[in-house]
């Protein structure tokens, strides 16, 4: 079946514009999260979303970063004024609600390089 | 979440078993151990998960003593093609969705 997709798969923009960046997770999977990994770095997390519940932003680096989803559908991470040290590569993820399994499955990444 | 120390990097030989440790001296009662593979510009992609004794799938087997303080990933038989960065992660399921990767073990394959 279809996997994580994520758009667009590269993104190049100016310092101080907005991006916005897209994950379709898999379908009927009510958990997705977003990462952040830096060149050479591990994970970061940045946000999750699990079914109709508040999501969990503590992850989110900034007031410049924002994310939605509606449903358990798509979701958008937004960043606002796009500084250099946000160029990385952004990785979302999604899984099916589980109390014992840690499987969640990721996109390919948008890498965000911030000129 | 419970921290985890693993090597930074690890050589080995195509043919042969590749064991990677990794420390989780913090580990809770109701935390699972996780392993994670990611190949360059490629999101991670789960390989194997246990909570004790020995857990055999098709990709590797996954270690872990009694005292849960540390676990041991085994690719049997690596390849080039298993040339990869690997993540160990403790916690406990949807209740701590907070994934913390560290750097991982950059595995590099010799042909």
């Known amino acids: 079946g279809a996997g994580v997709s994520q758009s667009p798969s590269n993104k190049v923009t100016e310092k101080g514009k907005d991006v916005e960046l897209r994950c379709d997770p898999i379908?009927?999977?009510?958990?997705l999260y977003w990462y952040r990994q830096r060149l050479g770095q591990g994970l970061e997390f940045l946000i999750y979303?699990?079914?109709?519940?508040?999501?969990?932003k503590s992850g989110l680096p900034s007031d410049r970063f924002s994310a939605e989803r509606t449903g358990e559908s798509v979701s958008t991470l937004t960043i606002q004024r796009t500084q250099q040290e946000d160029s990385a590569v952004y990785l979302c993820?999604?899984?099916?609600?589980?109390?014992?399994?840690?499987?969640?499955?990721f996109g390919p990444g948008t890498r965000l390089t911030v000129t | 979440l419970a921290k985890t120390t693993q090597p930074i990097s690890m050589d080995s030989y195509e043919g042969q078993e590749v064991n990677i440790t990794c420390s989780h001296n913090?580990?809770?009662?109701?935390?699972?151990i996780t392993w994670y593979q990611q190949f360059p510009s490629q999101g991670p992609r789960f390989i194997i998960q246990?909570?004790?004794t020995k857990v055999t799938n098709e990709v590797a087997s996954l270690f872990i003593p009694a005292d849960r303080k540390s676990s041991t990933l085994s690719l049997p038989r690596v390849s080039l093609s298993d040339t990869a960065v690997y993540y160990c992660l403790v916690g406990s399921g949807a209740g701590s969705y907070q994934l913390t990767f560290g750097k991982g073990t950059k595995l590099s394959v010799i042909p």
């Open positions: 246990g909570y004790k």
């Open positions: 993820a999604s899984s099916p609600y589980s109390e014992e399994t840690y499987e969640q499955y």
């Open positions: 913090n580990i809770a009662t109701n935390d699972y």
């Open positions: 379908s009927g999977h009510t958990a």
């Open positions: 979303f699990q079914g109709n519940s508040a999501p969990d």
